[in-house]
């Protein structure tokens, strides 16, 4: 297993930007693709971004590309997912999961979510 722990969520002008990240414990960081998923209220759930076990792959959703970043160290156990040109309807609960496959997989192990406010 691996239990993840996120940070970095807060509240921001639109325009403005956050870092989120994610530290994981447990199993090897490595052998685990990992995702950042959101959900903001009455809304399901959105995949944000994805990222392969070495790093060199990468999913964006249609609604962040051009503005998050997803990227990870695995000499720390992190990843991290760069936000710009934040807008309000980036506002939601930010999860961070690890799975089996960067596309297309399954996430198993979630965090316990940061919130992301953007006010206009």
């Known amino acids: 297993q691996v239990q993840l722990v996120e940070s970095g969520g807060g509240l921001v002008q639109a325009g403005g930007s956050l870092r989120l990240s994610c530290i994981a414990s447990g199993r090897p960081f490595s052998s685990y693709a990992m995702g950042w998923f959101r959900q903001a209220p009455g809304k399901e759930r959105e995949s944000v971004a994805t990222i392969s076990r070495s790093g060199l792959s990468r999913y964006y959703g249609d609604s962040v590309k051009d503005r998050f970043t997803i990227s990870r160290d695995n000499a720390k156990n992190t990843v991290y997912l760069q936000m710009n040109s934040l807008i309000p309807e980036d506002t939601a609960v930010y999860y961070c999961?690890?799975?089996?496959?960067?596309?297309?997989?399954?996430?198993?192990?979630w965090g316990q979510g940061t919130q992301v406010t953007v006010s206009s």
């Open positions: 999961a690890a799975g089996n496959s960067w596309v297309g997989g399954s996430f198993d192990y």
